[in-house]
């Protein structure tokens, strides 16, 4: 039997970004969702045909010194943005992934849009933190995380791994869409590790009661200084 670190590390690659940013230190971003694997195969399956475009994003419009006025303008223009921050843009399919999600959790409309609103203008921008620290990755590491997912998830017993399966095509198609996902989640995941062993995220954002905590206000801050601007 695996773990509950183990299936938190499963739970975060099949339902992909929505999970992520929550989760890392034990958040509370849709953590019911986790242990019905019911939902992981629906919402696998709607993952399925849109996790490149809205990954593409990340890897696209990422400018580590800042998105100039004329690009800010341009993107703000287009159909398919939800946001622009200083840095870097949110889809608005990113948007309707995540509300997806929390509509498949139970959440109301209203409800589930606003969850989502927050989780990619929260993933975002520690994206661009994750990067502008010196946290990019190489094909070769993100191919030696996936070969470590991959070997723990051959010995899961629990029925996760099949149940995110079950939404896609095949087994190389899924492991090509956690391909896409830990281009932008292996590059958070370190930048979060090294808050943890080598800096000390509480007292850099205050006192608070737990790295939780501290993790969500320094998630918040990150956002906030992100400065994000609502497309038309």
């Given at each position: 039997?695996?773990?509950?670190?183990?299936?938190?590390?499963?739970?975060?690659?099949?339902?992909?970004?929505?999970?992520?940013?929550?989760?890392?230190?034990?958040?509370?971003?849709?953590?019911?969702?986790?242990?019905?694997?019911?939902?992981?195969?629906?919402?696998?399956?709607?993952?399925?045909?849109?996790?490149?475009?809205?990954?593409?994003?990340?890897?696209?419009?990422?400018?580590?010194?800042?998105?100039?006025?004329?690009?800010?303008?341009?993107?703000?223009?287009?159909?398919?943005?939800?946001?622009?921050?200083?840095?870097?843009?949110?889809?608005?399919?990113?948007?309707?992934?995540?509300?997806?999600?929390?509509?498949?959790?139970?959440?109301?409309?209203?409800?589930a849009h606003q969850l989502a609103v927050k989780d990619?203008?929260?993933?975002?921008?520690?994206?661009?933190?994750?990067?502008?620290?010196?946290?990019?990755?190489?094909?070769?590491?993100?191919?030696?995380?996936?070969?470590?997912?991959?070997?723990?998830?051959?010995?899961?017993?629990?029925?996760?791994?099949?149940?995110?399966?079950?939404?896609?095509?095949?087994?190389?198609?899924?492991?090509?869409?956690?391909?896409?996902?830990?281009?932008?989640?292996?590059?958070?995941?370190?930048?979060?590790?090294?808050?943890?062993?080598?800096?000390?995220?509480?007292?850099?954002?205050?006192?608070?009661?737990?790295?939780?905590?501290?993790?969500?206000?320094?998630?918040?801050?990150?956002?906030?200084?992100?400065?994000?601007?609502?497309?038309?």
């Amino acid at each position: 039997m695996m773990n509950k670190k183990a299936l938190s590390i499963i739970g975060v690659s099949c339902l992909g970004a929505v999970l992520f940013a929550g989760s890392m230190l034990g958040g509370n971003t849709a953590e019911a969702g986790l242990n019905d694997y019911g939902k992981v195969s629906e919402y696998s399956k709607m993952l399925a045909d849109s996790y490149q475009s809205v990954n593409d994003y990340y890897i696209e419009t990422l400018s580590v010194d800042g998105l100039s006025d004329n690009q800010k303008k341009e993107y703000l223009n287009r159909d398919d943005v939800y946001a622009v921050g200083n840095n870097i843009v949110i889809s608005k399919e990113e948007v309707q992934q995540y509300t997806d999600f929390y509509l498949h959790d139970g959440e109301s409309e209203a409800n589930a849009h606003q969850l989502a609103v927050k989780d990619a203008m929260e993933r975002n921008a520690l994206y661009v933190a994750a990067i502008q620290n010196g946290f990019s990755v190489t094909d070769e590491e993100i191919q030696e995380w996936l070969t470590k997912l991959r070997t723990m998830l051959e010995n899961d017993t629990t029925g996760v791994y099949q149940a995110a399966l079950d939404g896609f095509d095949s087994e190389e198609a899924y492991w090509a869409y956690e391909y896409e996902v830990y281009r932008v989640d292996l590059p958070i995941q370190n930048y979060v590790s090294s808050l943890q062993q080598g800096v000390n995220v509480i007292s850099e954002h205050g006192n608070y009661n737990s790295d939780t905590e501290a993790f969500n206000e320094m998630k918040h801050q990150l956002a906030d200084e992100q400065n994000f601007k609502i497309a038309n």
